[in-house]
Structures are given as C-alpha cells and as structure tokens.
Antibody
C-alpha cells in the first residue's frame, strides 16, 4: 500500500522560492501520476500540476504555468515541487496525491508560510 | 475549465440524522465525479468515485448518485466522525477541478 510522505513546514520571504518533496514508500510510482494540490487557509482545494514520474511528463494549471516546476527522481521515488516568486497569497498547505483515475492516497501536507 | 458548485455551504445536523450534499457541474462530466472528506488538520480522503462507487474501506452509510451535471452525496446516519468538510471533484476534463466544499457541522 503506497504512502506519500512530504517534507516539513517552511517559512519563506516574499520573492523567494520553496521546494517541497513527496516521497513514495511501500510501493513504486508505476504509471501513476503525482499531483500537487494546494489549500489556502480556510479555503478549498486547487489543483496545481502533475507529473508522471516514470516518463517525466508534466502538466500545470494555467495560473501556475511558469512559476511552478514539478520534477521526479525515480531512483528515490520522490517528487519535488518548486514554487518561485512567492507572494503572501501563496501561504497554504500543499498536498501531493497519487493520481490514477482519482487522487488517492494523499500526502500529509506541507504548510508553506510566506512572510516578510 | 469545468466549474463545480456545491450546496449548501454549511449543513448543521445532529448525529443520527441524514445528510444530503449537492454538487452541480457547469457542463456534463458523465459519471466522472468523486467525493472527498477532509477533517481539520488532515489531508482529504477519497470517499466515492465514478459518482457512486465507494472507495476501499468507506462505510456503507456513504452513498453517491447522479450523472451528467447533478450529483448527490448522502450520509445515511451521521456518526460523530462524519462531521467534516466534503468536496466534489471532476476528472472529465483537464484541469481537474474541485467544488468549494460543504461543511457538515454539529447542530
């Protein structure tokens, strides 16, 4: 049973970048995708982008295109998401989730706080 | 982009009561609609997929119905652990999108 374990909370300054990791344990990526979903405080869920690790193919939500980069290291079963040019509105919990036909399972979430 | 509208925003009920949550899509998504439960401080959890199929380990009191653009999640008899926020999500078209959520809280 695959589990996704994310890196810890981050505090970043506006204009900087953050890199969040998502490591799969108890299984392999196979042909599934790994998506990133964010949730601002008290708000809903927003899909950001996706990678199929064994192929390296990515796609991004239009609003994040150019500011978010998702990569994968097959040797360590880890997916990374970098968000650049951070602004205060990027303060949110960021979740990775395995994408087969649905998002399941999810990582535990990584809180990113953007503050000067 | 397909817009999903959930109603009501909040549902205040007592344990043992039945809950009915609605999700309406801006265009047909066929049966490609899922439901997730999220408790405070936790990641979402898949409850229902393909409109009406329960995910592994989900109790039978959760049921989903609908097709096209109108969907319903029913919780037949609320248990204390069911008070949470519920999101619908479509996978018919990219980008996959979520509804804004319905909070089920204790009356």
């Amino acid at each position: 049973q695959i589990q996704l374990v994310q890196s810890g909370a981050e505090v970043k300054k506006p204009g900087s970048s953050v890199n969040v990791s998502c490591k799969a344990s108890g299984g392999t990526f196979t042909t599934y995708g790994i998506s990133w979903v964010r949730q601002a405080p008290g708000q809903g869920l927003e899909w950001m982008g996706d990678i199929i690790p064994i192929f390296g193919t990515t796609r991004y939500a239009q609003r994040f295109e150019g500011r978010v980069t998702i990569t994968a290291d097959k040797s360590t079963s880890t997916v990374y998401m970098e968000v650049g040019s951070l602004i205060s509105e990027d303060t949110a919990a960021y979740y990775c989730a395995r994408r087969s036909n649905w998002f399941d399972p999810w990582g535990q979430g990584t809180l990113v706080t953007v503050s000067s | 982009e397909i817009l999903l509208t959930q109603s009501p925003a909040t549902l205040s009920l007592s344990p043992g009561e039945s809950a009915t949550l609605s999700c309406r899509a801006s265009q047909s998504v066929s049966i490609y609609l899922g439901w997730y439960q999220q408790k405070p401080g936790q990641a979402p959890r898949l409850l229902i997929y393909d409109a009406s199929t329960r995910a592994t380990g989900i109790p039978a009191r959760f049921s989903g119905s609908g097709s096209g653009a109108d969907f319903t999640l029913t919780i037949s008899s609320l248990e204390p652990e069911d008070f949470a926020v519920y999101y619908c999500q479509q996978r018919a078209n990219w980008p996959w999108t979520f509804g804004q959520g319905t909070k089920v809280d204790i009356k």
